[in-house]
């Protein structure tokens, strides 16, 4: 009895959480959002403000989440933030309830969180510039976004430059940073970064002692890093991870080697 009053209590806390956060950001909207909302969810003003009304503890019927994401979501950086969080709240908690308790929703629809982005063509570059400016002290970003760099560098030093598709973090933006990498680039996802991602890298990182390219054993990236290589008209080197695997973890050894090997006045020859 006990813990379905606790599990009760804690069900009512999240409706009221995330109802309290959809108050708040329909607050912060363009006169007639509200309107909008309802007019989107067939109904009327009254229903809009019983689903952003923490007192209210029904939660937000399920097949009414797409609407209220459309509508409350914007670009603005800070607001769209706070829609990420309605997103996440909503998905993990409040849907799950509508979707058990509320007469206004189908008894076998649940929804649940499966990604946290705003949309999928915005996920790289909206996930660097986070990463950039969460270590701002460490890295920065290149032109376009076409790599993440060092913000300090060091002449004199070989520049060791590694990539791949993203989804495979930490590799490689996360070992950029002193004793590892100089740059990284990063391709979308499970994409190989493109030649000319690796030769402005290059340039940038560049301390006078030349460049390494250390690569994954995938088919792309080799070709990639390849012809980035012969484009940068013989001022780099590669080295690949060992065959026949893809090899990720010998590939971070790699970076952590190099790097040590590195030093001022030094070439490396993995």
């Not at 209210?56 to 797409?66: E, F, M, Q």
């Not at 996930?127 to 560098?153: C, N, P, Q, T, W």
């Not at 002193?178 to 391709?187: N, T």
């Amino acid at each position: 009895m006990d813990g379905e009053i606790g599990a009760r209590d804690l069900k009512a806390s999240y409706v009221a959480a995330y109802k309290t956060i959809l108050r708040n950001v329909l607050d912060q909207r363009p006169s007639g959002t509200r309107q909008r909302l309802a007019t989107a969810l067939g109904k009327n003003r009254s229903f809009v403000s019983q689903i952003s009304n923490p007192a209210y503890s029904v939660p937000i019927p399920a097949k009414h989440l797409d609407a209220v994401f459309e509508i409350c979501r914007t670009s603005d950086r800070r607001q769209r933030t706070e829609s990420l969080t309605i997103w996440c709240v909503m998905s993990c908690a409040g849907s799950r309830a509508s979707c058990g308790q509320s007469n206004d929703a189908p008894n076998d629809r649940e929804v649940r969180m499966k990604k946290l982005i705003n949309a999928p063509q915005d996920l790289l570059s909206e996930s660097l510039d986070g990463f950039a400016a969460a270590h701002r002290e460490i890295v920065m970003l290149g032109e376009e976004r076409k790599f993440v760099r060092r913000r300090a560098l060091t002449q004199g030093k070989v520049a060791l430059i590694s990539g791949g598709g993203s989804g495979h973090e930490p590799l490689h933006a996360g070992f950029v940073g002193l004793g590892m990498l100089d740059a990284a680039c990063p391709g979308h996802v499970f994409t190989s970064p493109t030649p000319d991602q690796m030769v402005a890298a290059a340039a940038a990182v560049d301390g006078g002692a030349g460049t390494l390219f250390i690569v994954k054993n995938y088919e792309g990236d080799v070709m990639n890093f390849e012809m980035a290589a012969e484009m940068a008209a013989g001022k780099t080197r590669s080295w690949s991870a060992p065959r026949p695997r893809r090899a990720w973890g010998w590939t971070a050894s790699g970076h952590s080697v190099s790097a040590s090997m590195a030093r001022p006045g030094r070439w490396v020859s993995p």
